[in-house]
């Protein structure tokens, strides 16, 4: 009877220490997963700044009457200030310069997930709801 008992307690034991083995891997797998969906939110954040800015600068440079629509992608608040396009995320943001500082946000706002009309007006840029 004794020994059918340690055997019980050892096949407890092992068992704990599998669970425990899981549970660590299972932690790192998270761990790595946040900095993936970090990543890809930065990643995310640049390419709605590269296009704003893009769009800015291409019709700052192009004849009078210009205008392009550009879809900036959701959960992103963006600025523009200073010769510069801000994109917010989180706690940080994306910063892409311009080659003009006479731009307006006009009726668009500042939250992204949506089209933006980029126009040529007065002599400056306007950036409003498409």
């Given amino acids: 009877m004794k020994f059918k008992a340690q055997i019980s307690v050892e096949f407890i034991i092992v068992l704990i220490v599998i669970f425990f083995l899981f549970g660590f891997a299972f932690s790192i797998y998270l761990g790595q997963n946040e900095v993936s969906l970090y990543s890809q939110q930065s990643m995310k954040a640049k390419r709605n700044a590269f296009a704003l800015a893009s769009a800015i600068d291409r019709i700052n440079s192009s004849d009078f009457n210009s205008s392009t ?58 950036i409003e709801d498409s």
Avoid at 80 to 101: C, D, F, Q, W
């Fill in 69 to 126: 629509t550009v879809f900036l992608e959701p959960d992103f608040n963006f600025a523009v200030s200073n010769g510069a396009v801000e994109m917010h995320y989180r706690t940080n943001y994306i910063s892409v310069p311009l080659t003009t500082k006479n731009v307006s946000v006009g009726t668009a706002g500042n939250s992204t997930g949506k089209n933006f009309k980029v126009r040529k007006f007065n002599g400056g840029v306007l």
